[in-house]
């Protein structure tokens, strides 16, 4: 299972000291799933562990000497090998104060998270060491804390969020007295700074059983307090178009969007507006606007937590535009300025359908026609879209030189404005978007509008 390259490494750093497989590597191996980076453990000292790495033509950084950790870069991706340590005490519910090397591998196990990652593989040989009952908790598909879960989640905030993040990895459950223990440590877990949640948050919504890490969030309390805004979704009825309260359909969405962050992250947040925005009327439930009121949470989530403008932008391309339901009865240019809607939010088609077509299936709702209707839908406009009519301002005939110079003007909010009016024009025919026919069409605007005054107006006096 080790690769060559990590074999060489291993050779040139031990002969004649331990070092041994731990961590995800190990746990995913077990598990027969692809695991991202190895982890390696080992006795010797980390200034050790980078002169033989380098002596042996291999790039090293020391990314954490005092913690005892060495980052070696292999073609493979990095490797991370650290010390055997055990942890002193922890103070700011993060990291511990102090830690102390040179202690057994037994030790260095024993101040890891969950059994689960408390496995080692030594190099040597001699098989799986695995003093929590890794491989039992593996077997039976259960996240639990090495040792007392309470003082374990007292020592790190982090921990409770990886462990929702790990069921939602594995599929697994979150054993009853460490799930017990997360909602009496939420003032550990309310420490953890929002760069990590979000990372960690992340993983979890990518899993793929990202209904467990959720469901594990809801019910440990760790939803109020990172997300407290869509603590309403629980329980909240809809109507006769959806089986189920807001939080399920939003569980089922995400699961059925690709394991990706942008659709995932849509997917958790894209109804989120609905309860501040149902209203019964004539015995039916509506959610009028519920579509800006949700990228109005979701921004203020993805501003709290840090996030990206990439992926903010992502999202909220999604959450805006998840309730538009394209009719057939719609005009060609009605799709067309839809498209144009997309492109604006640099939304491409097939990533909107593909998140509408989930959403429609997560209503849990028998209809047998809605995937030919789907199709249909998305087929005309890709054909529409493929014709490449004008959507944007750069795709018209005249740019923005040549309708100065037709009007004689230097640039101004004039030229934006006429430049919006030729776009209208041009989406609703694009047989228009010609040179000479938007010529015709900005002059008859200009004379319209009058020339109005502007800087080559010659001012008296001057
Ligand atoms: P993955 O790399 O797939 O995210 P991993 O289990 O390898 O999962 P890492 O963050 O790479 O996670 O950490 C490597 C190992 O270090 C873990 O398996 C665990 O043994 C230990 N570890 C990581 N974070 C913590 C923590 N907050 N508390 C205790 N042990 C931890
Ligand atoms: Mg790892």
Redesign the pocket.
Known sequence: MIPPELRKLAEALAADAELAL???????ELLGRP???W?LATALRPETVLARARAAGFRAVPTGLQHGTVTVILAEGPV?I?TFRS?GDYRDG?RPVSVRLGVSLEED?A????T???MAVPLAGGGLVDPHGGRADLREGLIRA?GDPLQ?FS??G??PL?AC??AA?LGFRIEPATLAAIPERLDVARRVAPERVLAELT?LLTGAHPRAGLEALRTSGLLDLWLPELAPMVGCAQNRHHRWDVWEHTLEVAGRVQEEPGLRWAALLHDAGKPGSRMEAAGEVHFHGHESRSGEIAEAILRRLRASNHLKQEVLALVRHHGTHPEPAWSDAACRRFLRRLGEDALPLERWAAFRLADQRAKGIEDPDRETRHGAVVARLAALAAQRPPLSVRDLALDGSALMAMAGRKGGPWLGALQAELLEAVVEDPGRNTPEGLAALAAARLARSGPPPGPRDPRPGR
């Open positions: 731990v961590g995800g590597a190990v746990r995913d695991h991202g980076d982890d991370e650290t942890d993060r196990l101040r890891r998270d969950f689960i990652n408390a090495v374990r020592e790190d982090l921990r990886r993040r790990f990895q993983k």
